[in-house]
């Protein structure tokens, strides 16, 4: 079946493998979890760590994740089967000069992303140079948009990078004056540390519904979604002074059979000299993108499989909406969240 939806033997490891066994004394619970926050707090990385599976982008470049993605998680809380459909969102943040068209479908799409949803999980991380750590303004402008009655859990990620944890005391005691949380998380969700408590925090929060995925269901994209994502996080991670935001890729051709896959994409750059930049010398450049986004494609689709790689020069094509739709950016639908 070609453009399967990548599944559950992927993972690294299942969560909680203790209770499986156990069956669920209680009612099924499940729900819509979003991830918002501004760019870079490791929101993504979060998503991954909880998955087990490194499904979303992640990279030092602000505004890495274009769209909502969708992780789904099962795990047993307080005595109870719980859905979690945790949705990654693009970082909100405010466009300098003319936003595109592409910046003005990210912002709804977070937007759209909190307006409806059961649990928010805001995340936000510090700055770690600074004596007394404060929370960040654009984080409390944030809280402080969320609808008042929302159920919000503060995540406070990265604390791997202070030793002396008693620091995050009065960041906490700050946050906590901004609005009501159900809770306050402190985690380092590049180490996985604290990610099972959010986990179960959250799934405390859930109301009683039946499932909508399966076990082994892990996100509803198709496997070529993230073959175009898995090239386009290698774009930003050895490009990103060249190319920062200046790319798109998209999937000329996916080939599947029961032993491998075969792969046609076309990394879209926006002028000459960018194009240069991404072959490299001799190909150079776009050999090791190729090499490195065909392992992480092959590692979550379980075969190997041959990519085969061009770039090419489309102008302006963060303004054009065909080419967003093609690249998977849509204009948020909520009917469809909800059913
Ligand atoms: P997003 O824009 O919120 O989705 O952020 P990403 O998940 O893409 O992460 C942005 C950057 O922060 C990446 O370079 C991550 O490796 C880094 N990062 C994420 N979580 C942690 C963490 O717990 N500790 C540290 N030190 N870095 C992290
Ligand atoms: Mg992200």
């Known amino acids: 079946m070609p453009s399967q939806r990548p599944s559950g033997p992927a993972r690294r490891k299942k969560r909680d493998d203790a209770d499986r066994e156990k069956v669920p004394a209680r009612a099924p619970r499940a729900g819509d979890v979003a991830i918002v926050g501004r760019p870079n707090v490791g929101k ?88 007394v750590l404060a929370p960040h303004p654009a984080d409390v402008a944030l809280a402080k948009q969320l609808p008042a009655d929302a159920r919000v859990v503060l995540v406070v990620n990265k604390v791997d990078r202070i030793k002396d944890k008693a620091r995050l005391l009065t960041l906490l005691e700050a946050f906590a004056r901004v609005r009501a949380f159900e809770s306050i998380v402190p985690i380092s969700a590049l180490r996985d540390d604290g990610v099972d ?13 039946e499932h909508r995925h399966g076990e ?79 392992l992480k494609i092959a590692e979550l689709l379980g075969k190997p499989v041959h990519l085969e790689l061009f770039v090419r020069e489309t102008p302006n094509w963060r303004d054009r909406p065909t080419m967003l739709d093609e690249i998977g950016i849509e204009e948020p639908a909520r009917e469809d969240r909800r059913s």
Request: net charge neutral.
């Open 44 to 131: 993504s990385t979060f998503l991954n760590a909880a998955l087990a599976v490194d499904l979303a982008i992640t990279s030092k470049t602000p505004q890495t994740t274009r769209t909502t993605l969708l992780g789904i998680i099962h795990r047993e809380v307080e005595g109870a089967a719980v859905e979690l459909r945790l949705v990654d969102t693009p970082g909100i943040h405010e466009a300098h000069g003319k936003a595109t068209a592409l910046n003005q479908r990210m912002n709804r799409l977070a937007r759209a992303s909190f307006a409806d949803t059961d649990v928010v999980v805001l995340m936000t991380d510090f700055d770690a140079t600074r004596k």
């Open 197 to 209: 408590r959010v986990l179960d925090e959250v799934g405390k929060l859930l109301p009683e519904a």
């Open 216 to 294: 082994d269901d892990l996100t509803d994209k198709p496997m070529r979604f993230f073959a175009a994502e898995f090239v386009r996080e290698q774009v930003l991670r050895r490009a990103r002074e060249e190319v920062p935001h200046a790319t798109a890729v998209t999937v000329e051709s996916f080939e599947e059979t029961a032993r491998s896959a075969r792969i046609q994409a076309t990394i879209h750059v926006e002028k000459l000299g960018q194009k240069k930049i991404l072959v490299g010398e001799h190909g150079s450049m776009l050999k090791s993108i190729g090499t490195e986004a065909r």
